[in-house]
């Protein structure tokens, strides 16, 4: 086992600290929060100028922004395992929404943390695997044909659960808005029992209600804590409270106004997260990741999510469906406020934590993500660690990014087209036939991926 990697980040250089094995009192809380299709421009720190995000902005103007954050797949199933194993989904076979599951034999981030000491949680959508072999429930859980899918949060490293296999409303999640019978998701304990009370109201409300005293708890216990944060929020069906639209021009429409205000909704658990950790004095030793799990639904005239003008939205792997808001705030270790532009993913989770604990990875697993310590010292270069391109592939469409270039097959049996980032991150100029030779090489380096991935899978 390597050495916990504890530094103190300054404007110079990363400086190391004692360095005790599994001194876990010196370890950072870590608390990783993801919104579910919330868009690259649905934060006022990205550019919009109706929604109210106050403490994401906050975020930003203290920590890291990370102004090209990728969730793995413009789909919510694979971007998940990616954040708890540091793999691309497709090594799992997690090619979609309510797709496979996450196989036992995956090492995960709720498993390295509690090998180091740490007491876990999952809180919110889990869509990695069904909850539930004898009642019927969610998408699959339940179902006979479904049995080979059960593969809740507590079987992969979580010590306590409050989670569904899949989405709700956004308000009181377990009834139908549309015809106020029962919504058939249920939320899960970690002894796989049926969670029956305070379900009413703001369902970010009810997730932070578990995972606050979970953290709570854990801070009484002096006991550095994971607690994975998945909001369900602002995936469809969207219903904001009225106090919250009431916040929003009467003359936008129904559907914006609901959809701003769960915005506002996410943006306030934020808030409420921030001064929790503050009361309990442990905000300046806790990693606090915001992410999202992939652009927004519907399109661009629906007035909902935004992509402040990237192209695509939602299952495509143009920019607006993969490019994601992405923060990090941890006080004690980042004490500056950083943009970044390098390229990174929801695939540097695992690895960036395995590098601050100073814990040792499976040599069986192959990671596609990397660690980004190198960028989170204040004189590093503006470049993904390594040099390692980011592959993405969903359904027949494939993508590589190399830097500020992007090539991008669309469909199966388009041609490939390719993208400098820097200089046009809306997509609208393809360089394919005067950069041919870049656009070569990069396709080269995808195929080379993708033949080790299916190398992999038939294993």
């Given at each position: 086992m390597?050495?916990?990697?504890?530094?103190?980040?300054?404007?110079?250089?990363?400086?190391?600290?004692?360095a005790?094995?599994?001194?876990?009192?010196?370890?950072?809380?870590?608390i990783?929060?993801?919104?579910?299709?919330?868009g690259w421009?649905d934060?006022s720190?990205?550019?919009?100028?109706?929604?109210k995000?106050p403490a994401?902005?906050?975020?930003?103007?203290?920590?890291?922004?990370?102004n090209?954050?990728?969730?793995?797949?413009?789909?919510?199933?694979?971007?998940r395992?990616?954040?708890?194993?540091?793999?691309?989904?497709?090594?799992?076979?997690i090619?979609?929404?309510?797709?496979?599951?996450?196989?036992q034999a995956e090492?995960?981030l709720?498993?390295?943390?509690?090998?180091?000491?740490?007491v876990t949680?999952?809180?919110?959508?889990?869509?990695?695997?069904?909850?539930?072999?004898?009642?019927?429930?969610?998408?699959?859980?339940?179902r006979v044909?479904?049995?080979?899918?059960y593969?809740?949060?507590?079987?992969?490293g979580f010590?306590?659960?409050?989670?569904?296999?899949?989405?709700?409303?956004?308000?009181?999640?377990?009834?139908?808005?549309?015809?106020g019978?029962?919504?058939?998701?249920?939320?899960?304990?970690?002894?796989?029992?049926?969670v029956?009370e305070?379900?009413e109201?703001?369902?970010?409300?009810i997730?932070?209600?578990?995972?606050?005293?979970?953290?709570?708890?854990?801070?009484?216990?002096?006991?550095?804590?994971?607690?994975?944060?998945?909001l369900h929020a602002p995936?469809?069906?969207?219903?904001a409270s009225?106090e919250?639209?009431?916040l929003y021009?009467?003359?936008?429409?129904p559907?914006?106004?609901?959809?701003?205000?769960?915005?506002?909704?996410?943006?306030?658990?934020?808030?409420?997260?921030?001064?929790?950790?503050s009361?309990?004095?442990?905000?300046?030793?806790?990693?606090?990741?915001?992410?999202?799990?992939?652009?927004?639904?519907?399109?661009?005239k629906?007035?909902?999510?935004?992509t402040a003008?990237?192209?695509?939205?939602?299952?495509?792997?143009y920019?607006?469906g993969?490019?994601v808001?992405?923060?990090?705030v941890?006080?004690?270790?980042?004490?500056?406020?950083?943009q970044?532009?390098?390229?990174?993913?929801?695939?540097?989770y695992?690895?960036?934590?395995?590098?601050?604990?100073?814990r040792?990875?499976?040599?069986?697993?192959?990671?596609?993500?990397?660690?980004?310590?190198?960028?989170?010292?204040?004189?590093?270069?503006d470049?993904?660690?390594g040099?390692?391109?980011?592959a993405?592939q969903?359904?027949?469409?494939s993508a590589?990014?190399?830097?500020?270039?992007?090539?991008?097959?669309?469909?199966?049996?388009?041609?490939?087209?390719l993208?400098?980032?820097a200089q046009?991150?809306?997509?609208?100029?393809?360089?394919?036939?005067?950069?041919?030779?870049?656009?070569?090489?990069?396709?080269a380096?995808?195929?080379?991926?993708?033949?080790?991935?299916?190398?992999?899978?038939?294993?």
């Amino acid at each position: 086992m390597n050495q916990p990697l504890l530094l103190l980040w300054t404007l110079g250089s990363a400086v190391p600290l004692s360095a005790t094995p599994l001194a876990t009192a010196q370890f950072p809380n870590i608390i990783l929060v993801m919104a579910d299709d919330q868009g690259w421009g649905d934060t006022s720190y990205n550019g919009h100028e109706v929604i109210k995000t106050p403490a994401l902005d906050q975020m930003a103007a203290e920590g890291i922004q990370f102004n090209r954050f990728y969730a793995s797949s413009p789909v919510c199933s694979p971007t998940r395992a990616s954040v708890l194993t540091g793999r691309h989904p497709s090594r799992m076979g997690i090619l979609g929404a309510n797709h496979g599951h996450l196989p036992q034999a995956e090492y995960t981030l709720g498993e390295l943390c509690k090998q180091a000491g740490y007491v876990t949680g999952h809180f919110g959508k889990w869509h990695l695997g069904t909850l539930t072999k004898t009642v019927q429930d969610s998408n699959r859980g339940g179902r006979v044909k479904h049995q080979e899918h059960y593969s809740p949060p507590w079987l992969h490293g979580f010590d306590r659960c409050f989670s569904t296999e899949a989405k709700v409303p956004t308000w009181n999640p377990m009834v139908n808005p549309e015809n106020g019978k029962p919504y058939g998701t249920r939320y899960w304990n970690e002894s796989g029992e049926i969670v029956t009370e305070n379900l009413e109201g703001d369902d970010c409300r009810i997730i932070l209600d578990r995972a606050l005293p979970f953290m709570s708890e854990a801070a009484a216990n002096e006991q550095p804590f994971l607690a994975i944060v998945w909001l369900h929020a602002p995936h469809r069906p969207v219903v904001a409270s009225t106090e919250i639209t009431e916040l929003y021009n009467k003359d936008l429409k129904p559907n914006q106004r609901d959809y701003y205000g769960i915005i506002t909704a996410v943006d306030q658990s934020m808030a409420r997260l921030r001064s929790h950790l503050s009361s309990l004095g442990i905000a300046d030793n806790t990693m606090l990741w915001f992410t999202s799990d992939n652009g927004p639904e519907g399109n661009a005239k629906s007035g909902e999510g935004s992509t402040a003008g990237l192209r695509g939205r939602k299952r495509s792997l143009y920019e607006g469906g993969v490019r994601v808001p992405g923060l990090l705030v941890w006080p004690s270790r980042i004490p500056f406020q950083r943009q970044l532009s390098a390229p990174v993913s929801t695939m540097d989770y695992l690895p960036t934590i395995a590098e601050v604990l100073g814990r040792d990875l499976p040599p069986t697993r192959r990671l596609d993500g990397v660690s980004l310590i190198p960028l989170m010292t204040k004189n590093a270069q503006d470049d993904r660690p390594g040099s390692r391109g980011i592959a993405f592939q969903s359904g027949k469409a494939s993508a590589f990014h190399m830097g500020s270039l992007k090539a991008i097959r669309p469909k199966a049996g388009a041609a490939w087209e390719l993208y400098d980032l820097a200089q046009d991150a809306g997509e609208t100029e393809d360089l394919a036939d005067t950069k041919a030779q870049v656009l070569s090489r990069l396709v080269a380096e995808f195929e080379k991926w993708q033949a080790e991935v299916q190398t992999e899978r038939d294993s």
